[in-house]
């Protein structure tokens, strides 16, 4: 992906695994930027011949790991509108910042982008995905369905003992775990808007006739807006750290990763709408779709546009898709890259530079 970047946009600097590539015009203009994420998902991929990738040769070939969320057919749309933009650099003024951003899953790698300033400067801002259960044809241009999301860690410490001659002298960590993680589950909803909380994992022993000294909980909490996302996740920290005096252990949070509810500035999804309509194979291009989902890091991007002064979306692309993701059947209809690179070179190419959108 470098080697193209280098080709198409301009020399890379640094050496981490997000990429920015920045077309600079030498005109006036604003700056925009279009965000693309990377990252494959802790899964092995299906091996046999009713999985197309794997009939056709294209399956991962690394164990434990693949693309199940379409981010391969994210940064090949990247990579394609830096093929695009280039080739029609002479009708572009301004700059054109292209973003492919490591570790969305997990909502990490936004967070390190905004920090280091991938950001800074920029006028109006789009994220995309594809699939996400939109259909083919079908494209929304201002996706507000996303969560307000934090993850973290929770380690509980105790002390070991013989579970047989001495269990008066342990402190059960797996049992305050086992408790937290009961409790976490028992968090009243609010009253405003959805939530969510979740242990994904928990870990804890070291042998059957030992007291267990350590145990970890692996959590993540969501809410339809920031303030109700805030509200689960101190009640959160309220139940491990009872469950841990309770048992008379320790417990420490780490936070992991975190994202924020979307808000997309009404003006720019009109912008973008206007565009993806002109699209062919676009069928109907949405404003907004409300409804509580998932969630993306990629409004923590949007947010600090924003608060800078500038507008910014997120797209989702629809498609049809051979089964859900994060499964490890997961494949997409190609032809929704096309879609999606022309609507955003659209987006870049008929951007009205002399006036406000």
Not at 164 to 170: D, F, L, M, R, T
Not at 223 to 231: L, T
């Amino acid at each position: 992906m470098r080697r193209r970047a280098r080709k198409w946009l301009a020399p890379f600097e640094g050496g981490f695994t997000g990429l920015v590539a920045t077309l600079n015009t030498g005109r006036p203009g604003p700056t925009l930027a279009f965000r693309v994420d990377m990252d494959a998902l802790d899964l092995s991929e299906a091996l046999d011949d009713s999985h197309r990738p794997f009939r056709d040769g294209f399956a991962s070939c690394n164990p434990g790991m693949m693309h199940a969320c379409a981010h391969d057919g994210h940064t090949t749309i990247g990579l394609g509108l830096a093929h695009v933009l280039m080739h029609n650099k002479a009708q572009l003024n301004g700059t054109i910042r292209l973003i492919f951003q490591p570790a969305e899953e997990g909502t990490r790698g936004a967070r390190a982008m905004v920090a280091a300033g991938a950001l800074d400067g920029v006028d109006y801002f789009t994220a995309i995905h594809i699939g996400t259960g939109v259909p083919a044809g079908t494209v929304i241009c201002g996706s507000d369905n996303f969560m307000a999301t934090t993850k973290f860690d929770a380690t509980f410490t105790g002390v070991a003992a013989h579970a047989g001659g001495k269990p008066e002298e342990g402190r059960n960590a797996l049992l305050a775990a086992a408790q937290a993680a009961l409790a976490l589950h028992s968090i009243a909803p609010h009253s405003e808007g959805a939530s969510r909380v979740n242990v994904g994992v928990m870990q804890a022993g070291s042998g059957r006739n030992v007291v267990p000294a350590h145990a970890l909980l692996k959590v993540e909490t969501r809410g339809e807006s920031e303030a109700i996302n805030q509200y689960v996740f101190e009640r959160a920290q309220s139940v491990i750290t009872g469950a841990a005096a309770l048992y008379g252990v320790t417990a420490e949070m780490r936070l992991m990763g975190a994202a924020t509810a979307s808000a997309p500035t009404p003006a720019w999804v009109d912008y973008l709408r206007q565009q993806a309509s002109q699209v062919p194979g676009v069928e109907q291009a949405i404003d907004k779709v409300k409804a509580p989902a998932g969630s993306e890091d990629a409004t923590l991007m949007m947010a600090r546009v924003q608060e800078n002064g500038g507008m910014a979306s997120y797209m989702v692309f629809g498609t049809d898709l051979s089964a859900g993701h994060h499964n490890e059947k997961f494949d997409f209809d190609e032809r929704v890259m096309t879609v999606a690179i022309e609507t955003l070179a659209r987006t870049a190419l008929n951007f009205p530079w002399t006036r406000g959108v």
